[in-house]
């Protein structure tokens, strides 16, 4: 069921018809009941209406906008998530090679203007109506004309010296007399990871933030094509350290669609347990730094103190502190014992308290209460508008979360709440990161006390070509991982949507208007990592 | 604030006695593949399951090139005999220029070292280890070490990452920025090699390619035992493992 | 006597000569010709002035009998003298500088004309200060008036400094009609015109005239002196004037609204209470807070500078009420040392801001812009201006070497002396003052470190600025010559305050010098202050050797002549510039000696890795004074000019407006409300003009019942 604007509803399988109707039969849709997904395919011109009309009529957000260039045309994939019970929607476009000139949409669905941005600078397409501020992926040193995601373009080739532009200056919007741009990083005073904001200020508050990301740009989605399956998971795993098992999860999802294999339920509850310990450490880390960024030195101990010891607890379960080396398609790489699952409860159990104790310290420190509160506001129309994920979005108010809009390993069979907050302040996404870990120490203690039994090998799979959306909530949010198999059986086309990069897209709401001394704690709140935008 | 002291107070001291001990907590360290002089032929074909390529059959024995392991456990989960595993975290290695050339730094940097990090393309796990030495569970202030904010106080430059093509120039000024003497520490397999990034059009085989390296930590990531190690033999207050071993390295890499 | 009298004419003469070259020298020529023969009149009117100061030799040149009217008098006096001496300091560089500076004015406007006005109002100022009677006081005021509104409006053909020139006439018109009521009330007891029968008669004025007289000549006065309320014409005048008549307008003019002040409330008329005194003293510390709070948020060089000139203006006027008060409350010698301190900070005052002046009239014409946001890095290309605005602004910034510091340590000593007073409320008021003064001094430094690190340091932020180059040996000489005063009025208040107290004294009928400058290391025996005991334990200690090794009177001391705490304030600035050199040239020998070895190497300044540090990612000074804006928003209440945002589709915006003005405090809560008032009074009359004849009739009708009904009543 589709809540539409009035109090009408509208039934997702009805959504064929209504589309067909709509469009007088221009514009072509189909059902897949199985994968609760309508496909749509239509032409160029009607994209940006039809877009619209999903976004702001029906309510879905955009997950991701894929582009793949096959031998003989684009092909261009627009997904849509809704509510619980809205399904996936796939707008797909074919667009002939000669034919560069694609309709922007992101003046309806403002989430899609990173999208555009992106594939401008890595495939050369040109968005119609996207106004074009300024380079992106592709920094200024970047040879005109150059597109790496293209596929003539070799991947393994050294990059060459390129001089700089010394006529190139950012794109400058403030106009008010004596503005200037207060440069931050890509360096920055502390063991940060790399990124550059060029805050344009008159002093003392910041009007507008320009980020300048993609310092770390590794190229993934271009390096994994060609790779065979076992060396993209590598990457899938690698690209963003602190979220690898959720990444490498999407990954083997997307495999698991591909070739149908069939994972056993027993290796299904082991990634849930898995990816709640890696949501759980996660945002004890996102909590520490929060408590650091106001400089706060003991309860940043304390978090940190949690933090280490949820390391502790990864490595002594599964061998590796960050979850790596675990997933494989089809199953995991290793099994664990009942008792294993018996300490697992009783160690987050004692998580949990400490965790408890912290959150009700920290609730009244007035002094670090100070510094977040009504700082950094991101309101919840401009959450949607800029269709953020993650705990981001649900402390603005937005409650959408994979597990419970397009479930996947089992997660619609256990019950667990997703916690939301209103405000959308520091302080709200502060109290968010508490109760998703809460909820996430539960999981694991419902699902680690009643192990289903099973086979965690993966089982043996035919390898055969095509393609398919693997999602998983990771510790920050949506991830989306499109993947292609091509007939040799290595990876066609690897296409990664990860929650930091849309959600970067909307920092500048909540860094602006504010003074500079909270932007650190605001750039904290929102605990992104650049590595996982950067890809 | 009266709370917030007692419970620091409450919690004690949670450090770690490294170096003075040897640390033996549960999960401190993942370990890593050590070579086997076995010849089995069942352990030769671990060989093959390597995807980094970081394990070589060499006369008959298994060596491991830790500048290529990226810890996927692949050569010891799910097969029959695995390569042996070992649970230390004392990795770190001078280079050879840096062992030639002697005392890089001077005596008197060896209980005051101060510290830049530069994340040259990390995925994040290296840089969330080297935020852990800062933290109570190692607290590498007790031997000295300061993690500073601009290059022109450090003496040395900690780099993670495989230097991305738009990391090299803030990462050659930041180096040019320090004053001499100065040391390089590599962090990470992606810092030694390029990892399973590099490398590419986008990023680089390493931070060597760029400035030169005196200390490298192997490891995806390294713990923050095995950072502090590295530290640790950059002021020579702790030897030099010999985990890396040179004929792996002569023979030359190649990527599957 | 002769002597003095007719180099005094000589002075006129020359006066006279300058304009008659101007007059026939071509434009070409004229700027040259002007600083030969108004150098050489400043060289006269100094070796003049100076004489009167060191010898105490008072002349007087009697002029024309007018009828009914009396005498006209020129006498120079101390206290003329001093005045008629800063002006000769200040028009002697000024002049010189003139000769480089006024070139960029060729064939745009008539040198010929600057040069006539420029010598007239030399001679005009200079009679306006030895001028010794009503008549010819007002004269030359006027006189000075309209020919400092001419040379400020030089720059004729913009239409904004047109109307600067004329508000400034405007206001200028105003304080003088004040002060000459304020004169006249004087003279109407006295029968004559002559300051000295003024003198003689005003013993018998009664306490309202007193009242009347100090508020009209304190408001009048004021005006020219640029105090609140009547200050807003001095920041529109600055901006407008040519970059030395600047110099003059801060250096010299402004005195002349002091030198009013001062005659007539100090000299002619000593205030006998201390409420006008306690008004003086408020004036004063808020006009310099409100100044130098706008000069800290103010981009344009000259705007600046304006503002804190208002600034210096309030600390004098601050010093001089403080001064009136301890005259009314019996205390001669603690308001000869706030007098001192006033009247020495004023001196100051006019090398500073002439040398501050003249530098920015070197950016300006050297680069063509004075908003600092657009100015950076020019200590590179133009070093010794640089240099000589860094002297003067730390000179202004009070800071020690330099002259700013001796006064202004000085008056807030003054502040401490109310303890002496009896009444708590003046105490309180004193304090008040005092800690005012104090942020005052803190803002000042906040003030000048923007202006020479956003101008002078960093880089520079427009291609103006980039390519700016030195400006000639003629305009860099006389701000060298500034420069030099401001360092020695820094380092020998010893030697100044004997003079000053020369001038002083005859309005106190104390000397101070031997309390604010006593012989080094000198204790008598005898001495009233000191028991015999303490006076032979500091001979024992050895003391008193140290006269024979430092000579002159080495240390500026207070006394707060208890016997147990002989001596509390003490401070030489002659022994402090000497333990300077000597800690600087040790520590520079000691790091040459010690790093000799060790090579080193200059490298940019770390800046986070970026690619380019672009001119754009520096702070401007807009952004440096900000949070000042932001502290200080009760008094500024900026708005929001210009806060309009331009987008594309809702959420891609291409331009952010940010944009704050803020309206003088002194324009906002005082003259837009009078102008205000103004305009509805005149609307509701304009009301009453409706054009028809029966509705005038009927006012006359109105208006011959109202008459009849007033004689009814009478």
């Known amino acids: 069921m589709i809540e539409l604007n009035g109090n009408n509803t509208l039934i997702f399988s009805d959504l064929p018809e209504v589309i067909a109707k709509r469009w007088h039969g221009q514009v072509r849709a189909s059902l897949d009941v199985k994968e609760f997904l309508c496909l749509i395919e239509c032409e160029a011109s009607h994209v940006p209406d039809l877009c619209n009309w999903l976004f702001s009529e029906l309510g879905y957000s955009l997950a991701s906008l894929i582009i793949e260039e096959l031998p003989s045309y684009w092909l261009l994939r627009y997904v849509f998530y809704g509510e619980p019970g809205s399904g996936q929607i796939h707008v797909s476009l074919q667009s002939s090679k000669s034919e560069k000139t694609i309709p922007s949409i992101s003046r309806f669905v403002h989430t899609a203007d990173w999208f555009e941005r992106e594939a401008e600078d890595l495939f050369g397409l040109v968005f119609e109506g996207h106004p074009r501020l300024g380079d992106f992926v592709l920094h200024e040193e970047w040879p005109e004309g150059v597109n790496p995601m293209r596929t003539a373009f070799d991947a393994s080739c050294p990059y060459i010296h390129r001089e700089l532009d010394p006529d190139w200056r950012p794109h400058r919007i403030v106009k008010a007399p004596g503005a200037f741009m207060m440069p931050i990083g890509p360096v920055f005073s502390d063991a940060a990871e790399s990124a550059h904001f060029l805050l344009e200020t008159v002093g003392e508050d910041v009007i507008r933030t320009i980020p300048r990301f993609f310092y770390k740009y590794r190229g993934v989605e271009k390096i994994a094509e060609g790779r065979s399956i076992g060396r993209a998971l590598l990457l899938s795993e690698r690209f963003s350290g602190t979220s690898a098992f959720a990444h490498s999860l999407a990954f083997c999802q997307a495999i698991e669609k591909i070739f149908r294999i069939d994972v056993s339920v027993r290796v299904r509850a082991l990634r849930i347990i898995l990816a709640e310990l890696e949501r759980l450490r996660h945002h004890i880390a996102a909590i520490a730094a929060i408590c650091n960024s106001t400089a706060f030195a003991v309860a940043t101990s304390q978090a940190s103190i949690l933090e280490e010891e949820a390391l502790r607890l990864t490595c002594t379960l599964t061998g590796h502190r960050y979850l790596f080396g675990l997933n494989a398609p089809g199953g995991l790489s290793m099994d664990f014992s009942e008792q294993a699952f018996r300490s697992l409860a009783d160690a987050v159990y004692k998580l949990f308290n400490k965790l408890s104790e912290l959150k009700e310290m920290l609730r009244f420190s007035s002094s670090f209460l100070d510094r977040l509160e009504e700082v950094g506001i991101v309101s919840r129309e401009l959450a949607f508008a800029y269709g953020l994920v993650g705990p981001i979005a649900r402390a603005s108010g937005i409650t959408r979360d994979l597990r419970k809009v397009l479930p996947y390993s089992d997660y619609e069979n256990i019950a667990f709440d997703v916690p939301s907050e209103q405000e959308g302040d520091g302080y709200a996404r502060l109290r968010l990161l508490f109760s998703e870990a809460e909820q996430s120490i539960n999981i694991i203690r419902k699902v680690a006390l009643s192990m289903p039994e099973g086979e965690v090998t993966p089982p043996r799979f035919e390898v055969t070509p095509g393609s398919a959306l693997g999602w998983a909530e990771a510790p920050r949010g949506a991830t989306f991982h499109w993947v292609r198999i091509r007939g040799d059986g290595r990876v066609g086309r690897y296409r990664l949507t990860t929650p930091s990069f849309t959600n970067w897209h909307g920092f500048h709401l909540a860094s602006e208007d504010f003074a500079f001394q909270d932007f650190p704690i605001i750039m904290a709140t929102f605990g992104l990592s650049n590595a996982e935008c950067d890809r | ?256 | 006597m002769f002597e003095t009298s007719s180099l005094f004419i000589l002075f006129l003469t020359l006066c006279a000569t300058g304009t008659a070259f101007a007059v026939l020298l071509p434009d070409r020529r004229n700027p040259t010709a002007l600083a030969l023969i108004a150098s050489l009149e400043a060289a006269v009117i100094l070796w003049v002035s100076g004489y009167v100061l060191l010898t105490g030799r008072v002349f007087q040149i009697d002029l024309w009998d007018i009828l009914s009217l009396g005498t006209m008098v020129l006498r120079m006096d101390g206290l003329s003298a001093l005045f008629v001496f800063i002006t000769g300091l200040v028009f002697l560089p000024v002049s010189i500088f003139s000769a480089g500076y006024m070139k960029k004015y060729l064939g745009r406007y008539s040198l010929k004309s600057f040069s006539i006005f420029y010598h007239l109002l030399f001679a005009s100022i200079v009679l306006l200060l030895v001028a010794s009677d009503i008549l010819s006081f007002l004269l030359t005021w006027e006189g000075m008036s309209i020919l400092s509104y001419l040379l400020v409006n030089y720059e004729h053909e913009k239409e904004k400094n047109t109307s600067s020139g004329y508000l400034m006439l405007a206001m200028s018109e105003a304080g003088t009609l004040a002060a000459a009521l304020a004169l006249l009330l004087l003279a109407r007891g006295a029968g004559s015109l002559d300051f000295v029968s003024l003198r003689s008669a005003s013993t018998v004025l009664g306490e309202s005239s007193r009242w009347a007289i100090f508020l009209l000549s304190f408001f009048g006065f004021g005006v020219k002196a640029g105090l609140i309320p009547g200050n807003v014409w001095l920041p529109r005048a600055h901006p407008a004037a040519p970059g030395n008549i600047s110099a003059l307008l801060s250096g010299v003019i402004l005195n002349l609204g002091l030198y009013g002040i001062v005659r007539v409330n100090a000299d002619i008329l000593p205030v006998s209470q201390i409420g006008p005194g306690l008004i003086t003293l408020i004036v004063g510390t808020i006009s310099a807070l409100v100044g130098i709070l706008y000069a800290t948020i103010r981009n344009d060089m000259k705007k600046m500078l304006a503002h804190s000139s208002i600034e210096n203006m309030g600390i004098i006027t601050a010093g001089l009420g403080a001064g009136f008060v301890f005259t009314a409350s019996g205390y001669p010698v603690l308001a000869g040392i706030a007098f001192t301190a006033a009247l020495y900070h004023m001196i100051n005052h006019s090398l500073y801001k002439a040398l501050l002046f003249l530098s920015v009239g070197a950016v300006d014409s050297s680069v063509g812009d004075r908003n600092m946001d657009n100015l950076g890095g020019l200590i590179k290309v133009m070093p010794w201006t640089g240099l000589f605005f860094l002297v003067g602004a730390l000179s202004i910034a009070s800071l020690p070497p330099f002259n700013g510091f001796v006064s202004e340590w000085l008056t807030l000593q003054t502040m401490l002396q109310s303890a002496a007073l009896e009444s708590t409320a003046v105490k309180i008021v004193f304090a008040l003052c005092g800690a005012s003064l104090a942020l005052t001094a803190a803002l000042a430094v906040t003030c000048f470190v923007k202006a020479f690190a956003m101008s002078f340091l960093g880089i520079a932020r427009s291609a103006k600025a980039e390519k700016a180059i030195e400006v000639k040996r003629s305009m860099m000489i006389p701000m060298g010559m500034l420069a030099v005063s401001c360092f020695l009025f820094g380092i020998l208040p010893t030697y100044v305050i004997p003079v000053l107290d020369h001038t002083i004294s005859p309005l106190t009928h104390e000397s101070i010098a031997d309390e604010l400058v006593p012989p080094f290391f000198t204790v008598v025996k005898g001495d009233p202050k000191f028991s015999d005991a303490f006076v032979s334990e500091f001979h024992d200690l050895g003391a008193q050797t140290g006269r024979d090794i430092l000579p002159g009177r080495g240390l500026v001391v207070l006394h707060r002549g208890t016997e147990r705490n002989p001596v509390v304030f003490a401070m030489s600035t002659s022994y402090t510039v000497v333990m300077l050199a000597l800690l600087l040239g040790g520590t520079f020998i000691l790091v040459r000696v010690l790093t000799k070895s060790r090579t080193v190497t200059k490298k940019p300044a770390w800046d986070g890795g970026v690619r380019r540090l672009l001119p754009e990612m520096t702070y401007t000074a807009t952004g440096f004074s900000n949070p000042v804006r932001v502290i200080f928003e009760a008094i500024f209440r900026s708005s929001m000019f210009d806060d309009k945002k331009e987008t594309i589709a809702v959420h891609f915006r291409t331009a952010i407006g940010n944009e704050r003005k803020e309206v003088h405090i002194m324009d906002r809560s005082v003259f837009q409300p009078i102008l205000k008032g103004i305009r509805s009074i005149a609307s509701l009359l304009g009301r009453m003009h409706t054009g028809s004849v029966n509705i005038y009739a009927a006012y006359v009708l109105i208006s011959l019942v109202v008459v009849l009904i007033i004689q009814a009543l009478l």
């Open chain 2, 1 to 256: 604030m009266f709370k917030w002291v007692l419970k620091g107070l409450k919690t004690g001291i949670v450090t770690t006695l490294y170096p003075d001990k040897d640390e033996s907590a549960p999960g401190a360290s993942p370990g890593l593949p050590v070579g086997q002089k076995d010849n089995k032929e069942e352990v030769l074909s671990v060989v093959s399951r390597c995807p980094t390529g970081a394990l070589s059959r060499y006369d008959h024995q298994i060596t491991v090139d830790y500048e290529l392991c990226v810890h996927c456990f692949r050569c010891v989960r799910r097969i029959k005999d695995p390569i042996d595993w070992q649970n230390g975290y004392e990795w770190a290695a001078s280079t050879a220029e840096s062992a030639a050339g002697g005392h890089k730094l001077g005596k008197a940097f060896r209980r005051s070292l101060h510290i830049r990090v530069v994340d040259a393309g990390a995925c994040g796990a290296c840089l969330s280890e080297i935020e852990q030495i800062n933290k109570p569970y190692y607290n590498m202030h007790r031997l000295g070490f300061f993690i500073t904010p601009t290059p022109r106080d450090a003496d040395v430059l900690l780099v993670a990452g495989p230097v991305t093509d738009h990391m090299r120039m803030p990462l050659k000024k930041a180096y040019d920025a320090m004053p001499t003497p100065k040391g390089v520490v590599a962090v990470g397999t992606c810092a030694l090699s390029g990892g399973v990034f590099g490398p590419s059009f986008a990023s680089g085989a390493g931070v060597s390619e760029l400035i030169p390296v005196d200390i490298m930590i192997p490891g995806c990531p390294p713990p923050p035992l095995a950072i502090i190690h590295g530290l640790l033999v950059m002021v020579e207050r702790r030897r030099s493992s010999s985990l890396t071993s040179p004929k792996s390295q002569a023979e030359g890499r190649h990527h599957v």
